[in-house]
């Protein structure tokens, strides 16, 4: 059955009191693209589109050629509406955009910096940005890829984001936020400013959004990013604000959220241990005979799902719930509906690339397929998902022959310098780089460039002169069942694969059953 005949099937799932019952996770870097969740809104879901390290991917798509003319179509319809933006953004196109894409052994030529420059002082705080075409091609990307998910339908789109990752948020929640985004989902820390910050953006207000900066002393005071729409558009209108829901794993960040009106979430997304990216720490350390960290997730670990629902909030069960069973046990539970990701990552219009998603597929067939959750592996610090798949950063002898160096910067660590100055780190890059930063050695231990590594998955690794291609990193859940089921459902009748729309029927189940 195609993804058109489909849309009878699924529309009905689109709201139960006021919410969309079916979201599809943001996962990797590009995975939940907007071909992808454009399909899963017209289908009656919402879709939403994976914001980390959009603007790497937007100057990596214009090098490739721009099929379809989709990036610079919607860089203009931006320009058009933030004149203030249409030189820089053809700046950009200029410097990036190759006709017919770039050749497969060319490397890619580098976003633009994201360093960070003072821009003022705020009583204590001191107040920082980075540089301007920066903004201006986060702001666009961001821009583009809701822009595009929307595009020729009224469905509802969201957008997830690592609030850990800070430095891109506020000029990439503004450009989502431009493109009228129905719904942002940010997790892997306290996103208690979001809010705020949200409600100051709508009026293209001066905002500030404080930042984490590694050797701060009392003394020096505290740091934020300073993101000034006004600049761009004086007097404008305001914009709709979006409904912002914060990803939690325990009921007491969810409370800590709720009680407060500053910092309360229009909902949660309730995400197990078994999701697949970043988790929460687990509430114990643990070690393994050689004295490594571990990751093992007690019954301490169990999120109190009835305390969460006491809070009177929407909330949307994700991990090891994108299944009939699943959804009618959380709408029983009092959940708004469920998340799906890794049965959407596994499907053909994910960001995957084909050649590793039909491995991946193979070994699910096979019921070979295993998922490791990594205590250190993610420069971030949050424990980290990854499927164990040949020829990937996975295998030791993949991680250990990649040569250590950063280009992409996403998970970059903010850190004061001698001279009173921020500069950017990453345990996962050069080694002496790191420790000439400051970093301390032990801190690059078994890390693994994750943002690179990403990127290849979905086909937009960089290729080096000297190591050749980037090798790929593929995250997913733990719960590969329901997966599996609609992998081999296509197996029975000689097909390979399974689409997204067969997917959101396949979910869609759960509210016949219960009713």
Known sequence: MS?????SVSTHTRLLNGEPVLISGGMGIWVSNWHMSRIVSMLGGMGIVSGPALEIVYVRLLQLG????????????????????????????????????????????????????RCGVHGNVSLWEPGRDYQALTIAANFAEVWLAKEGHDGLIGINYLYKAERPLPWGLYGAMLAGVDYVAIGAG???????LIDKLSRHEDAELPMHVRGVTSSAGEFALRISP????????????????????????????????QTRPHGFIVEGAVAGGHNAPPSKKTFDTSGEPTVVYTREDTIDIAAIAGLGLPFWLAGAFGSPQGLKQALEMGAAGVQFGTVAALSTQSGLTSEIRAAVLELLAAGSLKVKTDAIASPSGFPFKIAQIAGTLSEKAVYESRRRRCDVGYLLVAYLTPQGGIGLRCPAEDINAFTCKGGKLRNTKGRVCICSGLLAAAGL??????????PPLVTLGEYLNDARKLLLEKLAVGQRSYTIGRTLQYIAAGMIAKK
């Open 3 to 7: 993804d058109n005949k489909q849309t």
């Open 66 to 117: 721009d099929k379809g003319g989709h990036v610079r179509r919607a860089f203009k319809e931006l320009a058009v509406r933030i004149p203030a933006l249409s030189a820089p953004l053809l700046r950009i196109v200029r410097e990036y955009f190759i006709e017919g894409g770039k050749a497969a052994t060319a490397p890619y030529k580098s976003a633009p910096a994201a360093g960070l420059n």
């Open 190 to 196: 306290s996103p208690a400013e979001v809010p705020a």
């Open 230 to 261: 006004g600049a761009l558009r004086g007097d404008a209108a305001p914009i709709a604000k979006p409904k912002f829901l914060a990803i939690v794993s325990s009921y007491a960040l969810a409370s800590s959220l709720a009680e407060n009106p």
């Open 461 to 470: 690794g960089q290729y080096w002169p000297d190591t050749g291609a980037e």
